[in-house]
């Protein structure tokens, strides 16, 4: 009797040894969910996931869960997180690798402080995009119009912070104040811009007679003033 018990026992211990949760419906389930998340990212993504472990001693599932850990993105090296949906299931983190091939902005040629970009100023080129600076600018949109603040290089990537909104209005400026309602739009004479201000900012005006306004900057250095 004490034998079948011992048997029984390294029976159970065998089988639990031997239980464990194979790769690859595990991979597909991440995979599924990538292909999802990263449909809006700016070029061609591919992504390479870690395998488990064949000694994980994980029960044997068959319906899983698949979420961002938290503070993670998908983006470069970074791990997802997988839940077994059975009950008593287990939770597991899956270390991946996601790349995005894609173009990004590279000065055409040295560009100096406070020089307004223009399409030539600026070339495209194809890389890994999480392998480079965060911030790197994509499409020439993000770009045209706007300012240097500092002088570049030729071939220097173009990053969002190294640019700044064009002014519509300088300090000091003679502007054209408009004021505008829901179905009108009438000039309200001319003033002094009181700042410098970029597309869409507020500016402060001072009119003709001394009083001073506020309004929204426009290129062409008009002032709108909402009703």
């Known amino acids: 009797m004490k034998f079948l018990w011992l048997w029984c026992v390294s029976l159970m211990f065998a089988i639990s040894a031997q239980a464990f949760q194979e790769s690859p419906p595990v991979i597909k389930a991440v995979e599924d969910f990538l292909k999802i998340q990263t449909q809006g990212l700016p070029g061609q993504v591919s992504f390479a996931i870690t395998p488990l472990d064949p000694r994980n001693h994980l029960m044997p599932c068959k319906e899983f869960a698949v979420s961002l850990t938290p503070g993670s993105r998908l983006w470069g090296n970074t791990s ?20 995005v091939q894609g173009e990004y902005l590279v000065t055409a040629r040295a560009l100096t402080q406070g020089q307004t970009l223009s399409e030539s100023d600026l070339t495209r080129n194809t890389g890994d995009l999480t392998a480079l600076p965060d911030g790197l600018l994509t499409d020439m949109n993000q770009a045209m119009g706007r300012t240097i603040r500092q002088s570049l290089p030729a071939g220097r990537p173009l990053r969002g912070d190294m640019l700044r909104q064009a002014s519509a209005v300088q300090q000091g400026q003679s502007v054209k104040v408009m004021a505008q309602g829901v179905a009108f739009q009438v000039s309200s004479g001319d003033g002094r811009a009181l700042n410098t201000a970029s597309e869409g900012q507020v500016v402060q005006v ?11 900057a426009r290129t062409g250095g008009i002032v709108e003033i909402s009703f």
Not at 80 to 99: H, S
């Open 80 to 99: 997802v997180m997988v839940r077994c949906q059975n009950e008593g299931g287990w939770k597991i983190y899956v270390p991946l690798r996601i790349r």
């Open 206 to 216: 001072r009119m003709a007679n001394g009083h001073t306004l506020s309004g929204i």
